[in-house]
T-cell receptor, first 111, second 113 residues
Framework: GQSLEQPSEVTAVEGAIVQINCTYQ??????LSWYQQHDGGAPTFLSY????GLEETGRFSSFLSRSDSYGYLLLQELQMKDSASYFC????????????FGGGTRLMVKP | DGGITQSPKYLFRKEGQNVTLSCEQN?????MYWYRQDPGQGLRLIYY???????QKGDIAEGYSVSREKKESFPLTVTSAQKNPTAFYLC????????????FGPGTRLTVL
């Protein structure tokens, strides 16, 4: 089976940097994705890592270490609008190579 | 505008009734998915379909049924056999790009009265 662990809640102040960690267990591995979901809304894709290293997209970066089964999402220059839940998701060798999502990290950005 | 639509946004059901949630996409994606999300939780896969006229059970398929007669449509029926159906239901599709990005609809919030 597959499982992912991420912190349930993180709080930070506007303008700060925050890191959301994700550790996973999977049979086979194709990639680690991150999604953002505002309250009551639909998840939206943020980033994808298939290889080790850092991927940067504007204020957001995502890191992967396959040997450690670990990744993180880094949010810089936090804004109030970044308050949302962030989910890591892994695609492994389960049936149909489907995504398995973590439980989500609720980020609260304070003024 | 390309995207995924789900209807209705809110749905109320009496116990013992079957209800069908609609999901339509005009992204020309082959794969479509249904997820269930409970408050403060992650997404759990109910059913998925990688091609028309074919679908597979996900992790929590019991009490649900689907059909995939058209590429654009993947309706989900919540049957009376689902013991705790109150939840937020999300439909998604993917086009098979190298990141396998999934695009989500706005969701349907189902409440059983």
């Amino acid at each position: 089976g597959q499982s992912l662990e991420q912190p349930s809640e993180v709080t930070a102040v506007e303008g700060a940097i925050v890191q959301i960690n994700c550790t996973y267990q999977t049979s086979g591995f194709y990639g680690l994705s991150w999604y953002q979901q505002h309250d009551g809304g639909a998840p939206t894709f943020l980033s994808y890592n298939a290889l080790d290293g850092l991927e940067e997209t504007g204020r957001f970066s995502s890191f992967l270490s396959r040997s450690d089964s670990y990744g993180y999402l880094l949010l810089q220059e936090l804004q109030m609008k970044d308050s949302a839940s962030y989910f890591c998701a892994v695609r492994g060798s389960n049936a149909g190579n489907m995504l398995t999502f973590g439980g989500g990290t609720r980020l609260m950005v304070k003024p | 505008d390309g995207g995924i639509t789900q209807s209705p946004k809110y749905l109320f059901r009496k116990e013992g009734q079957n209800v069908t949630l609609s999901c339509e996409q005009n992204l020309n994606h082959d794969a479509m998915y249904w997820y269930r999300q409970d408050p403060g939780q992650g997404l759990r896969l109910i059913y998925y379909s990688q091609i028309v006229n074919d679908f597979q059970k996900g992790d929590i398929a019991e009490g649900y049924s689907v059909s995939r007669e058209k590429k654009e449509s993947f309706p989900l029926t919540v049957t009376s056999a689902q013991k705790n159906p109150t939840a937020f239901y999300l439909c998604a599709s993917s086009g098979g790009d190298w990141t396998d990005t999934q695009y989500f609809g706005p969701g349907t919030r189902l409440t059983v009265l």
